[in-house]
């Protein structure tokens, strides 16, 4: 089992920043997969951004290319998603997901475990 915890968040004005973490625990191995995705109200669960443990094969959606940077502190075992520039369209719940294989996956039936969610709100 993982256990996944998510902290950052909030409400942000447009152009500006935030970052999420999301702490992990448990059985996560040597190698692993980390990601984040976001569901908008009425909305699919859509990957934005995943990286492969302990550093390699980021992955990022279409839409926060250029904006949004994801990355692990392997001490703290932690997967952060800075974001920047953000924009209304990014408002949505975030969620950290995990997955204890070794290829990105972009679908969220590919990870097995999850976090709580945290609402990103960004006004115009």
């Known amino acids: 089992q993982v256990q996944l915890v998510e902290s950052g968040g909030g409400l942000v004005q447009a152009g500006g920043s935030l970052r999420l973490s999301c702490t992990a625990s448990?059985?996560?191995?040597?190698?692993?997969?980390a990601a984040w995705f976001r569901q908008a109200s009425g909305g699919e669960r859509i990957l934005v951004a995943a990286i492969r443990w302990p550093g390699d094969n980021a992955y990022y959606g279409d839409s926060v290319k250029g904006r949004f940077t994801i990355s692990i502190d392997s001490a703290l075992s932690t997967v952060n998603l800075q974001m920047t520039n953000l924009e209304p369209s990014d408002t949505a719940v975030y969620y950290c997901a995990a997955d204890l294989g070794s290829v990105v996956g972009t679908e969220a039936v590919e990870y097995d475990y999850w976090g709580q969610g945290t609402q990103v709100t960004v006004s115009s």
């Open positions: 448990g059985r996560t191995g040597d190698t692993y997969l």
